[in-house]
């Protein structure tokens, strides 16, 4: 075979024979080399930027953030308009003085945020671009609350932003009207790790899609787990734009759990949101939104 040149046997003998006799030099394993883990929420933010088209596409949340341009983006969804292109100093970045350009992109995007009235005591540009993690999160944070907040205010017909508190008195709302039994006190709720609520309004927006027997009614940390798993996959087929994981809901993180019934409120108002279920029953959440 080797001499009848049989490309393929050929190649699988030559990397069978580098895999057990390689005579490569070992490789000193440096032991204090920190090994990054990414946390749930980053991986939420880097989904929810991604999705509405981030470029360069995200890959790794704080280095991707640290020449501005992706921040700009997001910025120019949540209030198109707001960015003055000309500010921004664009890429490639030359080697000398390329650093300044990012931080100054950096300090433009705080102050962006700033203009929006977000909470950035104690935060700059130089954090953005130096990584800082705790920083550069408690930012994107707000962005995302803002984006989501802004789509639901823009579909509700709202002259201003929607509270916290008017959000959960439409969850409950709904859930009232639809004689449902669950209803949630806050987003700090502990009821909710259980998901029932989750489900109970999903069923509400969109009568009949929710199949109860799939949901579980122990208060094992596994069975919240798949109730939690089944409410994002139904949230997501009537249309709500869920970016919180399952395990979100599990563990209540309030941040996350607002999103969730923030992104189910904008589900309702939006009249031409796409349906993956074969439901064609009247949605009451919708009538009870209008009122």
């Keep these: 075979d080797i001499c009848n040149g049989h490309q393929r ?3 699988a003998f030559v990397a069978n024979l580098f895999n057990m006799y390689p005579a490569l030099e070992p490789i000193d394993v440096d032991d204090n080399v920190d090994i990054y883990i990414e946390t749930r929420e980053e991986k939420t933010f880097r989904n929810w930027m991604n999705s509405l088209g981030a470029n360069p ?3 790794h949340l ?3 953030l640290a020449d501005g341009i992706v ?3 997001l910025f120019d969804k949540i209030k198109p308009g707001i960015v003055n292109w000309n500010k921004v100093n664009k890429p490639p970045f030359k080697q000398m003085g390329g650093k300044m350009k990012k931080i100054e992109n950096c300090n433009y995007a705080v102050e962006l945020g700033r203009q929006l009235k977000f909470s950035l005591v104690g935060i700059g540009g130089q954090d953005i671009h130096d990584e800082n993690r705790t920083l550069t999160l408690a930012l994107v944070w707000q962005m995302m609350r803002a984006y989501t907040l802004t ?3 823009s579909l509700a017909n709202a002259e201003k932003p929607i509270s916290d508190k008017e959000i959960v008195e439409w969850v409950n709302n709904v859930l009232q009207g639809t004689e449902k039994t669950s209803k949630i006190s806050s987003f700090k709720d502990p009821t909710i790790s259980n998901s029932t609520s989750v489900i109970d309004l999903i069923d509400a927006i969109e009568p009949n ?3 109860y027997s799939n949901v579980c009614l122990g208060v094992t940390e596994e069975a919240k787990l798949l109730n939690a798993k089944y409410a994002v996959s139904m949230a997501r087929k009537i249309g709500a734009s869920v970016y919180a ?3 979100d809901l599990v563990e209540v993180k309030p941040k996350m759990v607002m999103t969730v019934f923030a992104c189910l409120m904008a ?3 939006d009249e031409n949101r796409k349906v993956a279920t074969d439901n064609t029953h009247e949605n009451p959440a919708a009538e009870l939104v209008k009122e």
């Design 9 to 11: 046997l050929n190649l």
């Design 57 to 59: 596409f995200v890959n």
């Design 62 to 64: 704080f280095n991707d």
């Design 71 to 73: 921040l700009f983006q």
């Design 151 to 153: 789509i639901l205010t």
């Design 209 to 211: 899609s929710i199949n």
């Design 245 to 247: 994981l399952p395990e």
């Design 267 to 269: 589900a309702a108002f």
